[in-house]
């Protein structure tokens, strides 16, 4: 099954036609380096071939920026990404940093990175890969159709709300804050609208409505945004029953909109449909303007790190959206997500998918099943 383009209208700015485009690269941590490193050279490859020049430059993130320049996103690397056209993100964090806090953690880099570039919508397409139906943890003949966009909004809620422990002994207490203003919801629901109109026209916003304020502000805005987009059907879904329904009949999904903390657990549930959590990708974008960052979904895996075996797609297909999103190069893309399929029908395929290839092969085997530059048309 050829999966839909999801981009489109609105957020991401394709420009197409330059010759010329800057990639910062952020490796990170963990397995971070090693799945950035393949998405670098399919993008350099595709790019080429596209007659796009592609400068990468890159600079550390997270543990890896700690340990070199003593915090998680030196200004320097932060510079670097607000000068470049995208960011390739690998992963920050591991377990020789788990004792830091706030502001010092490895994560604090990604976190800080959503809120200076802007990036309030986040993009999770979820499909079903033919080569591997039959090892995902669902019913092959369930997933076979699936092929649906996440979109998760990115900087408000509970990851961004005032937190805050006081007390001591068993009456010590802890408060994460959930707050949603008005303009933050319309704002990611309204892409979401425009991605749907995109694609074939169903919208899915999901909240908790039932029981938190910001979920019925999130379901009136929701809802008065639908209205201002006739030709998208809407429904909306309570959170807990849909994170049932998500896995029970996928297929029937076209874009499913959430708060941030929901969309980030709904998008690791949704990784049951592929199979695994490293064929995941990710577009992090600023409706308005200015550098979009791709990430694989999956974090710096520790218990692999350094071993050559992690499943380099989920950071390959986080570069096929940066291609469509914000390279203007569409078909390069679909170039890069057709890649993907021949190299899993050849069985090449890493541990986390059942095999014994290592990354390197992996990357190779993409590489391989890209179009030959010579067969390769001028425009995309
Ligand atoms: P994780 O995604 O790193 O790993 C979860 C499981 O999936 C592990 O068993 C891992 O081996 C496997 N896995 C993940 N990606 C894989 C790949 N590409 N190929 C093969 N197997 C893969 O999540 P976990 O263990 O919860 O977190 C590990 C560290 O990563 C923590 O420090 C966490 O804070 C950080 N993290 C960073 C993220 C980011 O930078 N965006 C996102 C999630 C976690
Ligand atoms: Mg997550």
Same mark, same amino acid.
């Given at each position: 099954m050829e999966s839909q383009p999801i981009a489109t209208t609105g957020g991401g700015h394709p420009r197409s036609g330059r010759d010329h485009a800057r990639v910062a690269v952020l490796p990170g941590d963990g397995i971070g380096p090693e799945v950035t490193a393949a998405a670098a050279a399919v993008l350099q490859r595709v790019?080429?071939?596209?007659?796009?020049t592609?400068?990468?430059?890159?600079?550390?993130?997270?543990?890896?920026?700690?340990?070199?320049?003593?915090a998680p996103l030196p200004e320097a690397t932060l510079?670097?990404?607000?000068?470049?056209?995208?960011?390739?993100?690998g992963a920050a964090g591991g377990p020789r940093w788990d004792h830091l806090r706030g502001d010092a953690r490895p994560g604090a880099a990604t976190l800080r990175l959503r809120r200076e570039l802007g990036l309030c919508v986040n993009l999770r397409p979820v499909r079903a890969f033919p080569a591997l139906c039959g090892r995902s943890p669902l019913r092959p003949e369930v997933i076979r159709e699936a092929d649906f966009v996440i979109v998760r909004e990115l900087t408000g809620?509970?990851?961004?709300g005032e937190h805050a422990r006081s007390g001591s002994g068993m009456d010590e207490s802890a408060h994460d804050t959930m707050v949603y203003t008005r303009r933050e919801v319309a704002r990611v629901v309204g892409f979401a609208c425009r991605l749907a109109r995109s694609r074939r026209g169903r919208l899915t916003s999901v909240d908790k409505a039932n029981a938190l304020w910001s979920g019925r502000l999130w379901r009136d805005v929701a809802t008065e945004v639908a209205a201002q987009h006739p030709d998208v059907s809407v429904e909306h879904a309570l959170v807990d029953s849909f994170a049932l329904r998500m896995l029970q009949d996928p297929a029937r999904l076209d874009v499913v909109v959430a708060e941030n903390l929901f969309g980030d657990i709904l998008s690791d549930?949704?990784?049951?449909?592929?199979g695994s959590l490293g064929l995941m990708a990710s577009a992090s974008l600023n409706p308005e303007g200015g550098p979009a960052l791709y990430e694989p979904i999956h974090g710096s895996a520790p218990d692999i790190a350094g071993r050559g075996i992690a499943d380099p797609m989920g950071a390959i297909l986080s570069a096929a959206l940066m291609l469509e999103h914000? $390279? #203007?190069?569409?078909?390069a893309?679909? %170039?890069?997500r057709q =890649? !993907?399929? &021949? @190299? /899993?029908? *050849?069985?090449?395929?890493?541990?986390? $998918? #059942?095999?014994?290839?290592?990354?390197? %092969?992996?990357?190779? =085997? !993409?590489? &391989? @099943? /890209?179009? *030959?530059?010579?067969?390769?048309?001028?425009?995309?």
């Open positions: 790019a080429a071939a596209h007659g796009l592609l400068e990468l430059a890159e600079r550390p993130v997270g543990g890896a920026a700690i340990e070199s320049e003593g510079r670097l990404c607000r000068e470049s056209d995208a960011v390739l993100f809620g509970a990851y961004f549930e949704a990784a049951a449909i592929p914000s $390279l #203007g190069l569409p078909q893309a679909r %170039e890069v =890649a !993907v399929d &021949r @190299a /899993l029908e *050849a069985g090449i395929l890493t541990p986390d $998918l #059942g095999g014994t290839s290592t990354t390197e %092969e992996m990357t190779a =085997a !993409v590489l &391989r @099943a /890209l179009p *030959a530059p010579a067969t390769l048309g001028a425009g995309s």
